[in-house]
T-cell receptor
Framework: DGGITQSPKYLFRKEGQNVTLSCEQN?????MYWYRQDPGQGLRLIYY???????QKGDIAEGYSVSREKKESFPLTVTSAQKNPTAFYLC?????????????FGPGTRLTVL | GQQLNQSPQSMFIQEGEDVSMNCTSS?????WLWYKQDPGEGPVLLIA?????ELTSNGRLTAQFGITRKDSFLNISASIPSDVGIYFC????????????FGTGTRLTIIP
């Protein structure tokens, strides 16, 4: 089945630890995105990547890092510098970067920092 | 970053009722998208609109691209329990823009 997978679904970490969230897609999409969603709020863009080995900061990149070594994979690291990391994280992808930006989302990872 | 204004923020309706919601902006958009998000899940794309004035249906859902290109509307006819969730609009400012701007969401609840 084609789609976007995120793992794990739920993640718990202690304060001060870095944590990496996985995002994989087998849709052959060029562009991939990471969003953060807080309760009762919309989606805020963290980072995005249009091609392999290249990525750009979104609106709230501070305290996060990404890599894009393969077209299928776009992992997000939440670092200890992120002041309020507990949130629902969503990964998305789109076929032609920027042309018609229909983004398709993964199931999300809920991160709780204790 | 910019966000689109969605209205209403929440709706409480009875099963079988029709639903209307809208999304407005001070900027002109070239593409409008409507998504539905179930609790604890990722948003699912419902309808995509590419042309001012365009009216597109997907089953009981109908969406319109406003003629001014600054707004979009989503209607759901004869609501059923599985329509419960949060509906988001999203816009692409211009073709070639790699980012989407998202609305604040409309939460739909069906009263038994």
């Amino acid at each position: 089945d084609g789609g976007i997978t995120q793992s794990p679904k739920y993640l718990f970490r202690k304060e001060g630890q870095n944590v990496t969230l996985s995002c994989e897609q087998n849709l052959n999409h060029d562009a991939m995105y990471w969003y953060r969603q807080d309760p009762g709020q919309g989606l805020r863009l963290i980072y995005y990547s249009q091609i392999v080995n290249d990525f750009q900061k979104g609106d709230i990149a501070e305290g996060y890092s990404v890599s894009r070594e393969k077209k299928e994979s776009f992992p997000l690291t939440v670092t200890s510098a992120q002041k309020n990391p507990t949130a629902f994280y969503l990964c998305a992808s789109s076929m032609l970067a920027g042309l018609l930006n229909e983004q398709f989302f993964g199931p999300g990872t809920r991160l709780t920092v204790l | 970053g910019q966000q689109l204004n969605q209205s209403p923020q929440s709706m409480f309706i009875q099963e079988g009722e029709d639903v209307s919601m809208n999304c407005t902006s001070s900027s002109i958009f070239n593409t409008w998208l409507w998504y539905k998000q179930d609790p604890g899940e990722g948003p699912v794309l419902l309808i995509a609109l590419y042309k001012a004035g365009e009216l597109t249906s997907n089953g009981r859902l109908t969406a319109q691209f406003g003629i001014t290109r600054k707004d979009s509307f989503l209607n759901i006819s004869a609501s059923i329990p599985s329509d419960v969730g949060i509906y988001f609009c999203a816009g692409q400012l211009f073709f070639g823009n790699e980012k989407l701007t998202f609305g604040t969401g409309t939460r739909l609840t069906i009263i038994p």
